[in-house]
């Protein structure tokens, strides 16, 4: 027995490691670890006031820092029966979707796109003039400004608060927002052809394991108190029982599979949920390059929409509802970029965390990017391709391990 070792896993938020185990030239079994170090989130958080929670938990992940911070909101707004106004939810929606477009981007142009072009990094198709390369990255910089706008800063959103947001985008930027959108949409169009390409040989098997998003008729779910798992639907209160947890002794991150096997959440996951997907329906893992960049596609026109809606309000619209202290719990579902992200408080008399959980896209695919590796490693690929193509395919499920390691308990 002989073993393979991918370390470190390149291109890919965080530190990770694969090692393929070989009885001669035959795959046998594969091992994810990811290494990067915890952080023990959940524990910090016992004892803090509700009104910390969402700055202390965009600190998980600086990339992910908006998804984290609007789920700790939505889900202590749970806690509270708090509704808030209709004007700091289109905010909020436009800070998520430029998330969504900067994070996609980002991982389409900088860590996709190289392999597709077969070079080694971004900056080799920079500096060798490559357009696309140039223009992902001018894509990425418009999601970082629709961040800034509707979070008050690029990483670690200031203006998403409880009961809603501190203030309202400026108002002069809004009409070039949706010129933007516009055209971005027409050069997404353009893509199509770059991001299909998937290695040929052998055929890539296809995605392992059971799509799971928040349900939604929306084409591009944002947030609910539904999560879908293929064809079944369940209250997100209920999470721990789809969601089940274990510790691993050699990887920084729990494993979770689901009653009746392991799950994959992300945009082709989401794709997959959706009433017209049967063009993702028996799609390989590499089509969630495409789906990612179907759902930039999706998000541009609906940041256009917002921003026409924010421009039809008041300049005095209210925007935050003053929150009214309760003990008990809460939870959300919300789709980051990568997945499914839930987040679930207890809070004690005094408006404090009683009790914190948080389960992350990356921990929820886990194992589902081992089952992908060895389904289409295991036959005709040949020895010295093992290394590239297993990168390859853990590339595409687009992994955050700062995310998934975020909640080890000592």
């Known amino acids: 027995m002989s073993r393979q070792t991918i370390n470190p896993l390149t291109r890919v938020e ?85 998330n969504l477009i900067q994070s996609h981007a980002l991982h389409l142009f900088a860590l996709v796109l190289p392999d597709l072009r077969g070079t080694d990094s971004l900056v080799e198709l920079l500096r060798d003039g490559d357009p696309v390369a140039a223009d992902g990255m001018a894509l990425k ?49 353009t893509w199509q052809g770059t991001f299909k390409q998937i290695p040929e040989q052998p055929p890539a098997q296809p995605a392992c394991g059971t799509p799971l998003a928040v349900a939604s008729h929306d084409p591009l779910p944002l947030w609910g108190d539904t999560l879908q798992g293929g064809t079944e639907t369940s209250d997100v209160k209920r999470y721990r029982d789809w969601l089940l947890e274990q510790s691993q002794a050699e990887s ?15 945009a082709l996951a989401r794709c997959q949920l959706q009433p017209l997907s049967a063009a993702f329906d028996t799609a390989n893992i590499h089509a969630n390059n495409i789906a990612q960049l179907h759902e930039i596609s999706l998000a541009l026109e609906t940041v256009g929409n917002h921003c ?53 896209p990356t921990t929820i695919n886990q194992v589902a990017i081992e089952e992908q590796l060895y389904a289409d490693l295991a036959e005709g690929v040949p020895h010295e391709q093992l290394k590239p193509r297993a990168e390859q395919i853990v590339r595409a499920f687009d992994p955050c391990i700062s995310c998934a390691v975020h909640m080890i308990r000592r």
């Not at 203006?159 to 985008?169: F, I, R």
């Not at 920084?252 to 992300?266: D, E, F, I, L, Q």
């Open 141 to 189: 910089h418009f999601g970082n400004r629709l961040q800034e706008l509707a979070g008050g800063r690029l990483i670690h959103p200031v203006n998403l608060q409880l009961g809603g947001v501190s203030c309202a985008p400026d108002r002069e930027a809004l009409p070039e927002i949706i010129a933007s959108c516009r055209h971005w949409h027409e050069k997404v169009a």
């Open 252 to 266: 920084s991150a729990k494993r979770v599979t689901g009653p009746a096997g392991y799950w994959r959440t992300g």
């Open 14 to 98: 965080g530190l990770g490691t694969v090692h393929l185990h070989l009885d001669g030239e035959q795959l046998q079994r594969v091992e994810l670890r990811l290494s990067e170090p915890p952080r023990l989130f959940e524990s910090l958080l016992c004892g803090r006031r509700i009104d910390e929670v969402p700055a202390l938990v965009s600190r998980i992940c600086a990339i992910c820092s908006t998804p984290h911070a609007l789920a700790a909101c939505l889900a202590l707004e749970r806690v509270l029966d708090l509704t808030p106004p209709p004007a700091a939810t289109l905010v909020r929606k436009l800070a998520l979707l430029g």
């Open 308 to 360: 026409q809606q924010l421009l039809a309000f008041e300049t005095s619209m209210l925007l935050q509802v003053t929150p009214q202290l309760q003990s008990g719990s809460g939870a959300i579902a919300l789709e980051a970029p990568r997945g499914t992200l839930v987040h679930q408080y207890g809070v004690d008399d005094s408006g404090r965390i009683a009790q914190a959980d948080i389960i992350t």
